[in-house]
């Protein structure tokens, strides 16, 4: 399958820092980017898409100013938490999506656990 | 009603029998079915896409696909203890023609649709 590449794969900081997670496609270019979030013994919620040069569309609930999502070329999307506070600690998962005439496959990062004290 | 739906389990199986998860689905128009794997702490994997009714096999999975009934289940034959994991059934949107749809309204067709997973144990 594709590769997807998330970096860092741990966070741990203070109240008030702000983190940047970066998610990239190895081997193949991803038009579209999804980033969710995921609490212990729950299911993988979607914050929001990323798309290649256009603003990101985020799911109902989550606060555009607080997840900024940049996708800024075909390989590369970044998240960054904004003034993280304790409440925002969780695990982080990114996905792209091969597209491909019949089969539309997403392939996830291996995630970022974030901690803020 | 959720959009899809899995039985959160455990569910518990011996060691070699075969493992039987399913999934329903609520959106009649869905065209893309996947299953993945997630190991706790983890990201998912993806074990088996389908697309079509009736059975696909991949080594030891088998999925299986009934757009009628609006479910799609996974078999694992010879369960293994390094099986044990959650299952998460996923589930793709009908894709429009983009020049009738908005881009919101496009990107939320072509959103996949997570179940809750099925956390499953194989005990030796």
């Known amino acids: 399958g594709a590769v997807v590449s998330q970096h860092p794969s741990r966070v741990i900081c203070k109240s008030g820092t702000s983190v940047k997670i970066e998610c990239r496609s190895l081997?193949?270019?991803?038009?579209?980017m999804f980033w969710y979030r995921q609490f212990p013994k729950k299911s993988l919620m979607l914050m929001a898409t990323?798309?290649?040069?256009?603003?990101?569309?985020?799911e109902q609930g989550v606060e555009k100013d607080k997840f900024l999502i940049n996708h800024a070329s075909l390989t590369l999307s970044t998240l960054t938490v904004t003034s993280a506070h304790p409440e925002d600690s969780s695990f982080y998962i990114c996905?792209?999506?091969?597209?491909?005439?019949?089969?539309?496959?997403?392939?996830f990062g291996a995630g970022t656990r974030l901690s803020v004290l | 009603q959720k959009e899809v739906e899995q039985n959160s389990g455990p569910l518990s199986v011996p060691e070699g029998a075969i493992a039987s998860l399913n999934c329903t689905y609520s959106?009649?128009?869905?065209?893309?079915f996947f299953w993945y794997r997630q190991y706790s702490g983890k990201s998912p994997e993806l074990i088996m896409s389908?697309?079509?009714?009736g059975d696909k096999e991949d080594g030891r999975f088998t999925a299986q696909l009934n757009k009628a009934s609006q479910y799609v289940s996974l078999l694992i034959r010879d369960s293994q203890p390094s099986d044990s994991a959650t299952y998460l059934c996923a589930v793709r949107g009908k894709r429009l023609q983009a020049q009738l749809w908005s881009r919101k309204n496009e990107a939320a067709g072509n959103k996949l649709t997570f179940g809750g997973g099925t956390r499953v144990l194989v005990k030796p």
């Open positions: 990323s798309n290649e040069g256009s603003k990101a569309t985020y």
């Open positions: 081997d193949f270019q991803a038009t579209t």
């Open positions: 959106d009649r128009g869905s065209q893309s």
């Open positions: 389908i697309y079509s009714n």
């Open positions: 996905s792209a999506r091969v597209d491909r005439v019949d089969k539309n496959i997403q392939y």
